[in-house]
Nanobody, 119 residues
């Protein structure tokens, strides 16, 4: 089992920055990759960013490219999401998730952290 706990959400103004963190614990040796997802009220959950633990390769949703940066600290077993130039449409509950292989669905999810962006 892998446990994930997000932190760092809050209320900011449009244009501000925020850094989310996802602390991992448990059998982290099973982790192949991790991602951030978000879900806004009344909308489906959507992919935000991905990082593969083997080589730290990354992918981003088009809506956040150039503004968000995903990273991880292997020594601390944490994964971060640096969010710059935030927009009201970025407002959502942000979730970190982990998967154990390239083909597996995301097996582990955090509880989510709220990001609120005022105009």
């Amino acid at each position: 089992q892998v446990q994930l706990v997000e932190s760092g959400g809050g209320l900011v103004q449009a244009g501000d920055s925020l850094r989310l963190s996802c602390a991992t614990s448990g059998r982290t040796s099973n982790v192949y990759a991790m991602s951030w997802f978000r879900q806004a009220p009344g909308k489906e959950r959507e992919f935000v960013a991905f990082i593969k633990w083997g080589d730290d390769s990354t992918r981003y949703a088009d809506s956040v490219k150039g503004r968000f940066t995903i990273s991880r600290d292997s020594a601390k077993n944490t994964m971060d999401l640096q969010m710059n130039s935030l927009k009201p449409e970025d407002m959502a509950v942000y979730y970190c998730a982990a998967k154990s292989s390239i083909t597996a669905s995301y097996d582990y999810w955090g509880q989510g952290t709220q990001v609120t962006v005022s105009p």
